[in-house]
């Protein structure tokens, strides 16, 4: 028996020494004829040390990565940090500094836990996206997105965050508040910057069937409505007073004999436009109002709806009917054109505000339920078209295609195309982000900052100078703001935004194949070596910000010539969230986990071992119901199996030799891990491992010994598949057995065809739903065969009391009698 004792607060310098002598997971360079494979984790914010839910996204991604260095792969598993954003900017003005000292100093933080943590990463790829060496390249791509006519500034209305001073993009704003404080959103005039991630609307969408089977069907179900394709028609209605017409976009043409009012968006232009003289005091008084709701607070079906009559009437472009002008708040100045033609009988929140204002209903669509004038509910569904002139007695679809037609023959209308998805809105008034590399010259108008001028670096504000003040920091900054222009050297202004950190983080994994590139973003092929990303691992709560934009970016990359794929991610993992008694874990609640805390107590690989054991990746697991001491009394087994067996023999023996019956434990579970490992059931997977420990132990101490051969195959597999999430452990473990680190480079196992046959079965036989007997038989035993012997079973036969009514065989492993 050996004499080691499992301590992995030992274990852990010593192999942190080990790998960051030997680099073992250092991606292959030109000449390696390795077949390639890259695992990207999504990377990490530099806010403080690492905490629980990096360790379990961090341990689920690294069991694949290792896994994947044991199959023989070149694999490329990089690290970096995606360091701009506000809380280092908040962060520096309670402490009357720089952004930079904040952020740097947590990103040395994390590095040193991520090595103590043991992930498998590349670290000659490491970035961070407040370099200047990397945010060039974020201005770099601004500018050539410009040329290409999809980065453009516009005024308008945007999502305000009061408390952090900026704008947010649609998807930054969750139930109406600022998804990272939590603030209430306004809405706000201003003039900002938008990348046109519109025009790839439709590739957006389709190009999702190829993603069918790689990624979380919830994930493209979120991406597949947030872009919200929808088909129908645009529908001119003549305004009295007004020479240009009025466009609305509906999904239901079919019902435009059923259009008994008009709505506009009250905070539209539109709606000051039509508004006849006499009504605009009310107007503005209404428009007031309406600007402290968000757009979630105008949408809800439960808010009572409100409105302004604007003194106009539209004309009806099918029947020639005057129907009034309304402003409302339920109608959104961003959705198809602003305005809409309201057909309460057919849709709620039209009847609500029907019914409200004592406006007509009448239905036009027969669909067998009671009038919605009677009701107040409205009836949206399929039906025979009445009240419709040509269109009666024709279906839902038929009245589309025909009153489509009749709009394009009088040229009113014509089939149309609409999206929930909008411009991507990427202009903040905060500092720490990448400027924006525009100059304003009053003569020449928006012009890039050349290329050879990059990076537009920071000026050196902190403190007290970036507290935020309705505009950019930037802007007190006279001497960096006020520049020569570089068309006509005259007199001009840079533009004082940064950009949205989700630029940022939208091409990093493109970087990471060549990270010291000077000659542009990324070499072109370094990034067809490596790309597309074979899996990529992290939260869901980026299924719509993060995912879209990285897809949107690879797009125009492909259409720039610089990517052969248009798709990043071939397969994406989503973890689950790390909670604690059944909540997310808080200061506020008192129920916060501190990993670092747990590491210290336990040990990196029982830490591991618990998140990867607790269940499938992407469950939430509860840390009260977990035991990382559990996991910790389990690696000390393992571990003492793999030092007796070393101790016992040295590598190289006769494996065939040993004993049979350990050694079709040892291949079954060499050929289950590795099925499950493939199919993400790590949990099952670790499973398995402890069943093959307990089997080398009973072999050990009741069996052959710890000299016999089988013994060392099964500590030498135990070694290896425990390097996917226990990696001291497992590292130490191969080394007492006698070989060279590193463990991740040991090989994968094979398992033996001929040890996997099975030559019985146990059989369960039930007598009226209890189990009675277990039989010995033979996998391709037949049902007839197995009725048999399970009726003359003399334990059995003491239950039946006469003959069945029913057997049911499920051979080889189920009888189930009736009596």
Same mark, same amino acid.
């Given at each position: 028996m050996s004499d080691e004792q499992y301590d992995p607060q030992t274990l852990q310098p010593?192999? +942190? @020494?080990?790998? #960051? &002598?030997?680099?073992?997971? +250092?991606?292959?360079?030109?000449?390696?004829?390795?077949? @390639? @494979?890259?695992?990207?984790?999504?990377?990490?914010?530099?806010?403080?040390d690492l905490h629980m839910g990096h360790g379990e996204v961090f341990a689920i991604a690294d069991v694949v990565a290792r896994y994947w260095f044991q199959r023989g792969y070149d694999v490329l598993h990089p690290i970096g940090w995606d360091s701009f954003g506000l809380p280092a900017e908040n962060a520096a003005i309670r402490r009357d500094a720089h952004p930079a000292e904040w952020t740097y100093a947590n990103i040395e933080t994390q590095?040193?836990?991520?090595?103590?943590?043991?992930?498998? !990463?590349? %670290?000659?790829?490491?970035? *961070?996206?407040?370099?200047? #060496?990397?945010?060039? %390249?974020? +201005? %770099?791509?601004?500018?050539?997105? !410009? &040329? @290409?006519g999809l980065a453009y500034r516009k005024g308008g209305l945007v999502n305000w965050c009061p408390k952090d001073q900026t704008v947010l993009a649609n998807e930054q704003v969750v139930a109406g508040k600022c998804e990272r404080c939590g603030t209430e959103v306004v809405r706000r005039e201003l003039t900002q910057w938008y990348f046109k991630i519109t025009d790839y609307a439709d590739r957006l969408l389709d190009d999702?069937?190829?993603? &069918?089977?790689?990624?979380?069907?919830r994930v493209l179900a979120m991406q597949r409505n947030w872009i919200g394709r929808s088909e129908g028609a645009d529908v001119r209605f003549t305004i009295e007073g007004r020479d240009e017409p009025v466009t609305v976009y509906t999904t239901r043409p079919d019902t435009l004999y059923g259009a008994t009012f008009f709505v506009v968006a009250a905070d539209a232009a539109l709606a000051e436009e039509i508004c006849a003289p006499e009504k605009l005091p009310e107007l503005e008084a209404y428009r007031a109002e309406v600007a402290k709701l968000t757009d979630i607070e105008r949408l809800s079906t439960d808010k009572d709806k409100t409105g302004v009559f604007l003194g106009r009437y539209a004309v009806n472009p099918v029947n020639g009917e005057r129907i009034p002008v309304w402003a409302a708040d339920y109608v959104l100045s961003d959705y198809g054109h602003g305005a809409i033609m309201a057909v309460p009988a057919h849709d709620q929140r039209d009847l609500d505000f029907a019914r409200r204002f004592g406006l007509p209903v009448q239905v036009v669509v027969h669909t067998g339920l009671p009038d919605p004038g009677e009701t107040g509910v409205a009836t949206p569904g399929e039906g025979t078209l009445v009240n419709s002139g040509p269109l009666d007695g024709l279906s839902k679809a038929e009245a589309i295609a025909r009153i489509t037609e009749v709009l394009q023959e009088r040229g009113t209308g014509a089939a149309a195309v609409n999206y929930r998805l909008r411009d991507w809105l990427l202009s903040r008034q905060r500092f720490w982000g990448t400027p924006i590399p525009i100059i304003h010259c009053p003569d020449c108008g928006e012009v890039p900052v050349p290329d050879d001028q990059l990076p537009v670096r920071l000026p050196d504000l902190r403190g007290e100078a970036l507290a935020p003040k309705g505009v950019s920091p930037l802007a007190s900054a006279t001497d960096w703001v006020n520049v020569a222009c570089p068309k006509c050297d005259g007199p001009a202004r840079r533009d004082t935004d940064t950009m949205d950190t989700f630029v940022d983080s939208s091409w990093y994994f493109l970087r990471y194949c060549s990270p010291g590139y000077e000659d542009g973003p990324f070499d072109v092929e370094q990034v067809r070596r490596w790309g597309p990303i074979d899996q990529y691992v992290g939260g869901v709560e980026h299924a719509v910000l993060h995912l879209l934009y990285s897809r949107f970016f690879t797009k125009v990359l492909h259409d720039m010539?610089?990517?052969?794929?248009?798709?990043?991610?071939?397969r994406l993992l989503n973890q689950g969230q790390v909670i604690n008694r059944g909540k997310a874990m808080s200061k506020s609640l008192g129920n916060g986990v501190d990993l670092g805390e747990q590491i210290d107590a336990f040990g990196v690989d029982a830490v591991r071992l618990t998140m990867v054991f607790a269940g499938p990746p992407e469950d939430d697991i509860d840390w009260a119901d977990l035991s990382p001491a559990a996991s910790q009394r389990f690696l000390a087994r393992a571990f003492r199996v793999m030092a007796e067996a070393g101790a016992a023999s040295a590598p190289g023996v006769d494996f065939t030799t040993g004993d049979v019956a350990l050694r079709k434990v040892t291949h079954h579970t060499i050929d289950e891990v590795t099925r499950l490992v493939d199919s993400y059931r790590f949990n099952v997977a670790v499973a398995r491992m402890m069943e093959l420990t307990s089997a080398a132990r009973k072999a050990i101490d009741s069996g052959p010994g710890a000299a016999d051969p089988a013994v060392r195959e099964a500590a030498e597999t135990l070694a290896i598949m425990l390097s996917l999430v226990t990696p001291y452990v497992a590292e130490e473990g191969w080394e007492l057995l006698g070989h060279?680190?590193?463990?991740? *480079?040991?090989?994968?196992p094979v398992a033996d065809p001929a040890l996997l046959v099975q030559e019985t079965v146990v059989c369960v036989v039930q007598v009226a739903g209890k189990v009675r007997d277990r039989l010995e038989v033979s996998p391709s035993i037949s049902d007839a065969e197995l009725e048999e012997l399970a009726l003359a079973s003399e334990k059995v036969r003491a239950f039946l009391g006469g003959t069945p009514r029913k057997v049911i065989v499920r051979a080889p492993k189920l009888v189930n009698i009736v009596p």
């Amino acid at each position: 028996m050996s004499d080691e004792q499992y301590d992995p607060q030992t274990l852990q310098p010593k192999w +942190q @020494r080990r790998w #960051e &002598e030997l680099e073992p997971y +250092q991606a292959g360079g030109d000449g390696d004829e390795r077949p @390639r @494979r890259y695992m990207c984790d999504m990377f990490p914010y530099p806010s403080g040390d690492l905490h629980m839910g990096h360790g379990e996204v961090f341990a689920i991604a690294d069991v694949v990565a290792r896994y994947w260095f044991q199959r023989g792969y070149d694999v490329l598993h990089p690290i970096g940090w995606d360091s701009f954003g506000l809380p280092a900017e908040n962060a520096a003005i309670r402490r009357d500094a720089h952004p930079a000292e904040w952020t740097y100093a947590n990103i040395e933080t994390q590095a040193t836990s991520f090595k103590r943590y043991g992930i498998s !990463f590349d %670290w000659s790829r490491r970035l *961070h996206t407040s370099d200047p #060496e990397y945010y060039r %390249w974020n +201005q %770099w791509l601004f500018n050539r997105f !410009f &040329e @290409r006519g999809l980065a453009y500034r516009k005024g308008g209305l945007v999502n305000w965050c009061p408390k952090d001073q900026t704008v947010l993009a649609n998807e930054q704003v969750v139930a109406g508040k600022c998804e990272r404080c939590g603030t209430e959103v306004v809405r706000r005039e201003l003039t900002q910057w938008y990348f046109k991630i519109t025009d790839y609307a439709d590739r957006l969408l389709d190009d999702m069937a190829g993603l &069918e089977g790689g990624w979380p069907e919830r994930v493209l179900a979120m991406q597949r409505n947030w872009i919200g394709r929808s088909e129908g028609a645009d529908v001119r209605f003549t305004i009295e007073g007004r020479d240009e017409p009025v466009t609305v976009y509906t999904t239901r043409p079919d019902t435009l004999y059923g259009a008994t009012f008009f709505v506009v968006a009250a905070d539209a232009a539109l709606a000051e436009e039509i508004c006849a003289p006499e009504k605009l005091p009310e107007l503005e008084a209404y428009r007031a109002e309406v600007a402290k709701l968000t757009d979630i607070e105008r949408l809800s079906t439960d808010k009572d709806k409100t409105g302004v009559f604007l003194g106009r009437y539209a004309v009806n472009p099918v029947n020639g009917e005057r129907i009034p002008v309304w402003a409302a708040d339920y109608v959104l100045s961003d959705y198809g054109h602003g305005a809409i033609m309201a057909v309460p009988a057919h849709d709620q929140r039209d009847l609500d505000f029907a019914r409200r204002f004592g406006l007509p209903v009448q239905v036009v669509v027969h669909t067998g339920l009671p009038d919605p004038g009677e009701t107040g509910v409205a009836t949206p569904g399929e039906g025979t078209l009445v009240n419709s002139g040509p269109l009666d007695g024709l279906s839902k679809a038929e009245a589309i295609a025909r009153i489509t037609e009749v709009l394009q023959e009088r040229g009113t209308g014509a089939a149309a195309v609409n999206y929930r998805l909008r411009d991507w809105l990427l202009s903040r008034q905060r500092f720490w982000g990448t400027p924006i590399p525009i100059i304003h010259c009053p003569d020449c108008g928006e012009v890039p900052v050349p290329d050879d001028q990059l990076p537009v670096r920071l000026p050196d504000l902190r403190g007290e100078a970036l507290a935020p003040k309705g505009v950019s920091p930037l802007a007190s900054a006279t001497d960096w703001v006020n520049v020569a222009c570089p068309k006509c050297d005259g007199p001009a202004r840079r533009d004082t935004d940064t950009m949205d950190t989700f630029v940022d983080s939208s091409w990093y994994f493109l970087r990471y194949c060549s990270p010291g590139y000077e000659d542009g973003p990324f070499d072109v092929e370094q990034v067809r070596r490596w790309g597309p990303i074979d899996q990529y691992v992290g939260g869901v709560e980026h299924a719509v910000l993060h995912l879209l934009y990285s897809r949107f970016f690879t797009k125009v990359l492909h259409d720039m010539g610089m990517l052969d794929f248009t798709e990043p991610f071939l397969r994406l993992l989503n973890q689950g969230q790390v909670i604690n008694r059944g909540k997310a874990m808080s200061k506020s609640l008192g129920n916060g986990v501190d990993l670092g805390e747990q590491i210290d107590a336990f040990g990196v690989d029982a830490v591991r071992l618990t998140m990867v054991f607790a269940g499938p990746p992407e469950d939430d697991i509860d840390w009260a119901d977990l035991s990382p001491a559990a996991s910790q009394r389990f690696l000390a087994r393992a571990f003492r199996v793999m030092a007796e067996a070393g101790a016992a023999s040295a590598p190289g023996v006769d494996f065939t030799t040993g004993d049979v019956a350990l050694r079709k434990v040892t291949h079954h579970t060499i050929d289950e891990v590795t099925r499950l490992v493939d199919s993400y059931r790590f949990n099952v997977a670790v499973a398995r491992m402890m069943e093959l420990t307990s089997a080398a132990r009973k072999a050990i101490d009741s069996g052959p010994g710890a000299a016999d051969p089988a013994v060392r195959e099964a500590a030498e597999t135990l070694a290896i598949m425990l390097s996917l999430v226990t990696p001291y452990v497992a590292e130490e473990g191969w080394e007492l057995l006698g070989h060279g680190p590193t463990v991740s *480079h040991g090989g994968w196992p094979v398992a033996d065809p001929a040890l996997l046959v099975q030559e019985t079965v146990v059989c369960v036989v039930q007598v009226a739903g209890k189990v009675r007997d277990r039989l010995e038989v033979s996998p391709s035993i037949s049902d007839a065969e197995l009725e048999e012997l399970a009726l003359a079973s003399e334990k059995v036969r003491a239950f039946l009391g006469g003959t069945p009514r029913k057997v049911i065989v499920r051979a080889p492993k189920l009888v189930n009698i009736v009596p």
